[in-house]
């Protein structure tokens, strides 16, 4: 499994190609969502870093290099946020509600900063991970099996 900091540091070979769009229209639930797509390991890295909020009906789409054991952080964010970690056959494998964290202080290096964060893991390989606010979850009934058919 590779940590969301590893991915920071893959080389170019693989990185997977870019879509034609920085984002995508996905059906979560009853609502469509549009997602920003994240899928070169810099993108994947910065993830929703920086954000005070998410407006309703958006979040990102991580669009990992290969099915795997994903895990993730929530880092240098200021608001709480929903994951869900779906399989290449668009199925659910994993939901969660991330937590603010306390920001980096000015003596932690980002080693430590980066390993005292809480991680969020799939419970299965996951090849796609979506963050969407928080809450969102629960509103839309998301159940772990659900299908939520993800572009390709």
Known sequence: MKSFFEYHNLTEETEPALHESDSVSVRLGSNNYTLELAETPDKIYKGMSGRDSIPRKTGMLFVMPKEDMQEFCIRDCKCNMDIIFVNEDNEVVGLDT?????PRN???????YENRLKKYSSDEPAKYVIEIPAGDITRLGLKKRQIINIPK
């Open 98 to 102: 991330m937590v603010v964290e306390r």
């Open 106 to 112: 000015k003596m932690e290096s980002e080693y430590v």
